[in-house]
Every structure is written in C-alpha cells, then in structure tokens.
C-alpha cells in the first residue's frame, strides 16, 4: 500500500522565522512529487519534484526531493501570518494506461503568529 | 474563466439518504478525482477516472459511486451504505500523463 508521511503534524513560529516541513513516501511506481498549500477550502498547487537533488524555489518557499532516501523537504523562510495554512504533500503514483492517480500524506498546520 | 466547479458548497442530508455532488471542470482535461477531507487530516481518495465511460476505485470506495458519461463531469453519489459520511469532499481533475492535479472549492456536506 503506498503510504506518504508529513511530519511535524503542526507548528507555531513567528513572523520572519523559518520551517521545514518534512514528507516522505513509500509509493510503487513512483512519478512525482508534489506540494499543496491549503488555507480554507481548496487546496493550490505549488510544486512539483521529479528528480532528486534540484532545488525548485518560488519567491520565499523552496523544496528539493531526494528519491533515494525517499523524503522532500518544503522551506518556507522569512514567514509572514499568510503563510498560516495546512502543507500538504502528495506523491503521483503511475497507474494503468500510463495515467496517474495522487497519494496524499496528513498535511502539516503552520500557524505564523504576528 | 477555466476551472473546476463543485455543487453545492454545503449540503445537509439525513441519514439513510443518498445524495449526489457535482463536479464540472472546463480545463479540458482527461482524469477527474474524488477526494475526502476528514478533520485535521490530509486527502483521501475514494474514486478516480482517467477517460471518460471508465474509473476506478480509490483507498476508500465503500459507500460511494460515481459516472464519468461525459468529459466535463463527474458526480459523486454517496449512498447509505457509507457509514461515516460527513466530510468534506473535493474534486480535482488533471491532464493525463501529469500529476498535478487542480481543484474545486470543496462540498462540506454534513449527515444528520
């Protein structure tokens, strides 16, 4: 069964700290990394990982993805109060007819105080 | 504006009825998702379709079904049968041989 895990489930920092949120999976038929930032309703997308080692950054947020130990890492520095939301990692998975279907881990909440 | 919509947002049933949410996107693309949302946890996946006239079942199917005779929609009936269903409920779609995945803005529905 494929099985992805976010750790911390939350954290509490103050504006201008940085987090480090951590996910790490055990998929079969691996494609794709992916990061979701969900504040009330939908969640948004904000990165995809497909090879290790490649940092991808977007403006105060970075991730990289190391596909032999099975982990990514999601950074958010500098925080602001409008990064408060739940992180959730997912991992695409390919399934018949080269299609893909996306596992979800259990979100990490980060509520940033003033 | 291209996107996915959800129907409707909030939705109250009694127990041992069935109903049916709706999901429509106009993206275009080719696989459509179900998903559920319980408290404080991540995404579930209850039944996904890649093309149309075929899905299949996710982690989580029991108690639900869905159709995909259309590209644009794809409903999701939950029936009596699901013990449990007072969730939030997403729907995302996403173009074929790629991962991510857009999505609506959620059905919270609630079972009295």
């Known amino acids: 069964e494929d099985k992805v895990v976010q750790s911390p489930l939350s954290l509490v920092v103050h504006e201008g700290d940085t987090v480090t949120l951590n996910c790490s999976y055990e998929v079969t038929n691996f494609r794709s990394l992916l990061w979701y930032k969900q504040e009330k309703k939908a969640p948004t997308f904000l990165f995809m990982l497909?090879?290790?080692?490649i940092e991808k950054k977007s403006g105060r947020l970075s991730s990289i993805l190391d596909k032999k130990e099975l982990f990514s890492i999601l950074n958010i520095t500098a925080t602001q109060t409008g990064d408060s939301a739940v992180y959730l990692c997912a991992v695409g998975v390919m399934i018949k007819a080269a299609g893909n279907k996306l596992t979800f881990g259990g979100g990490t909440r980060v509520l940033v105080k003033p | 504006d291209g996107g996915i919509t959800q129907s409707p947002k909030y939705l109250f049933r009694k127990e041992g009825q069935n109903v049916t949410l709706s999901c429509e996107q106009n993206l275009n693309h080719d696989a459509m998702y179900w998903y559920r949302q319980d408290p404080g946890q991540g995404l579930r996946l209850i039944y996904y379709s890649q093309i149309v006239n075929d899905f299949q079942k996710g982690d989580i199917a029991e108690g639900y079904s869905v159709s995909r005779e259309k590209k644009e929609s794809f409903p999701l009936t939950v029936t009596s049968a699901q013990k449990n269903p007072t969730a939030f409920y997403l729907c995302a779609s996403s173009i074929f041989r790629t991962a991510e995945a857009f999505f609506g803005q959620g059905t919270r529905l609630t079972v009295v």
């Open positions: 497909t090879s290790s080692g």
